[in-house]
């Protein structure tokens, strides 16, 4: 942890997005995780893409549960929302949050631990529910705080720092989430950013919900060479599914040229688009089904495939579902928000 | 796409190639003009002890190389005397220089490309209060506030080596080959035209700027080793000076020569028309006390500014600079001419003086025709045209501060030595040797008008060739700058430097009451920073000396560092040649005189490149580092000199 303050100074020629803001005004405060933590980075790829999208900090909650994952959201967006909650119970205040107010975009960070043991429950009734939000999970395989226990998305026989070889099978969220029919699913790396960055823009972008498993390597137990959870072995072992991807602005013409059949557009719900250049082995990602099989069958093999691996293009959130008042509860009259004992009769009496 | 391991292609050098540079048999200069050959920047070789004194900025623009970073530490410290003995033994006169130095290290330093807020800065309002540390008046602090410094002082041994060695003129440059070479055992005579000894510091730059007293007192400590001075004796014949057997002999006799303008009636208006550097010197001697009720000062260097600002402590009433350029092209420095601005000086650009107006046998104005900006030339300097337009400005008194050069009636043409086509002699940049054997030139003398640091740095570089001369050693070999470069880590993120970042703007230095300055000709205008002042100003420094050294080989790819560095600093990205590495990073590196730091490559066959430009040296980097690839050196360096008793301080600073 550094005793210093990140220093206000900025390079003078950062440029500025159309808020007129540089990358830094997407900052928070210093972060105290370790050195060389895959969370940092994953906060960096998360303070690019905000500032990318032009998007206004107010328009943000951040929300996240307990663990190293959970602090991050301090390390970002500074002047945006947020709820630190109980551990495991992001999905469930994200929820209270997004049900009262439409209008912002939620972006909820979690941990392996916070997700896949504690909050599972959590995690798949927020999944269920198409909750409009971008779900990421900072997995690093152990559980940090605590000195680096396995957690439950550790692969089976990947050893701890000791060598002590861990005996349960892993869950994997990506297969989770895509069976519980979350709308938009991807896997990353912290050190890849060039992959991380456009599916988070994708992530946030997408209406409904959008789930990124980010491995995140645990510089102080779990990035021995054997950890099938470190940055060696991720690099070497890194299957992206579909190789490059870019992200479009709803506004931005797509300028490139692709050759047929190389490439799948994705179209997201505020008219952004989602490019992806197919390679060998890829798969469509709008058919679930090859999405699992491609998980599974690289699993077998100990790689890990990264990308977009499932979307949903045409998926309805919650809202929808529910045929919710189109305004955030914050806007509404309080004739409407609180119609009166009168109105609660009424309603009493259609019931009797 | 499986990551693929890094091909031999991908490398900097072949297999066959670094194995042959392992084993020493291929240079690491010819790996990377093959890397150059195969479009890629090869890795910088920190192992050249300039890549790094170049990120000095302040360090490398000092034509003596004074440690500035250490010393403002050693201020920030309280070790006054100890600052001051850093600086003595660099560039002689802390004192001096403290006030009136050119200050190259000012606009060099990285300070000053580093926005604060977004007020506009002084001299460039697109600047964002982007301003140099102010170095020069931290030296003066460490003047100011030394204590007694006569113990620290370079012993003089009473047993002299035999070989007796003639300065002439008693200025910066001469002063400094003296102070050099007297800790080594010389004899050495020194001659002076004026009765007192200073030179030009002492006679063209006014007391209210710089004191006799601190002249005296540095000046004082260099004859006190135990120099044979002459004053008031002027030299008037090399070739006589030739015969009697000193084993060198030094010519540092400045550039006392004021330029003339041949106008329409300069003759007639003689009695009220001056030489500036003429002026000034009557003026320091007490020959002149007065001076017009009107004064017209004609130039627009430093010169000029000491002549103005003279004048109006003489009692004239309306004294007008005047000069022919544009004012952004004005060679006076920034705060000379802001000083002269602040005590009611008009100055008026464009001006070319056509004609004196002479009324009655008297001077009673100057006639000026004003130019106009018509685009800009080759070197990038305004193009100016004549408007036609004529002003005419009455005045009493002209001083004429055009520029100077040297001059040397005394040396006879035929003894050997070779001249230029300008009448100025031959003189080797390296040696700073004459073409007759043993006869050195340095300071304005040898190549014409600088400042004083820079008569300083040849004083350093002429002491050397005397001493290699008089023992019959090479002088074209020069001695080896001195170098180390060592870890300042103290314990987990904490550094033996400050390494946060005060975000205070520049401190301005308190001036004497403008009317009692107008009255006193030997009242000091700036009275410098205190003690307290100090505290605030040395905090602004970045300390460029302790360095971000990267090793390769530890690097995990995190990207942490890049991540927090504030300005952008660091890439990982594919190697490239130099031109488009420069244009693909974060923020492209578009200032080329900044170099880029380029790594090995790394695992993933990416490298790491930082561009040097905007660095804050705040350490992030290596806190942020899980490896200690990133790691705070500090980097010494210290320019050789003839004697090693001068370097003392230095010694101990290098560790």
Redesign the interface.
Known sequence: ???????????????RNALGLTR?DYEGSM?TL?????H??I??AIIEACYEMDLPAHRIAKISGIGCSSKAPTYFLSRSHGFNSVHGRMPSVTTGANMANRDLYYIGVSGDGDTASIGLGQFCHAVRRRLNMTYIVMNNGCYGLTKGQFSATNDKNSPSKKGEANPFDAIDLCQLAIQLGAGFVARSF??D?RQLLPLIQAAISYKGFAFIDVVS?C?TFN?HPASTKS??YV??????SE?KLDYVEPQEEITAEYAEGTSTAVELHDGSQLMLYK?DGGHDPRDSDAAIHTIRTNAAKG?VVTGLLYVNEDQQDLHDVLGTDERPLNALPMSELCPGSKALEGINARLR | MRFQPVTSLDKEGTPAEERARDKGEMQASEMAARARKRGRTPPTDITDPQYFHKVVDCQWACPTHTPVPEYIRLIAQGRYSAAYMLNWESNVFPGILGRVCDRPCEPACRRGRIQVGDEGNAKDPSKKNAEPVAICRLKRVAADYKGDIDNLLPEIPATKNGKRIALIGAGPASLAVARDLMPLGYDVTLFERDPIPGGLMRTNIPSFRLPASVLDEEVGRILDFGVKANFGAEITSMKKLLGEGYDAIFVGTGAPKGKDLELTGRQEAAANIHIGIDWLTSVAFGHVEKIGRRVVVIGGGNTAMDCCRTALRLGAEAVTVTVRSPRKVMKASDWEIKDALHEGIPILDNHAPKAFVVKDGKLVGLTFEKMVETGVDAKGRPKLEASGELVTIDCDDVLMAIGQENAFPWIERDIGMTFNEWGQPAVDRKTFMSSVPGVFFGGDAAWGPENIIWAVAHGHQAAISIDAYCHGKSLVERPKPGHTLVSQKMGIHEWSYSNNYDPQKRQAVPHAALEASLKNLKLEVELGFDDKIAAREVERCLNCDVQTVFTDNLCIECDACMDICPVDCINFTENDDEADLRKELRVPALNKSQDIYVSGVLKTGRIMAKDEDVCLHCGLCAERCPTGAWDMQKFAYAEAQAASACLSHHNAYLG
């Open positions: 942890m550094s005793y210093i303050a990140k220093p206000s100074a900025h390079h003078p020629a950062l440029p830094r972060s370790c050195a060389g933590c895959g940092d980075s906060t960096a912290s050190g950013k390597p510089v990035n940055y060696e690099r070497m072992h890194n299957m992206a190789n390679v790689t």
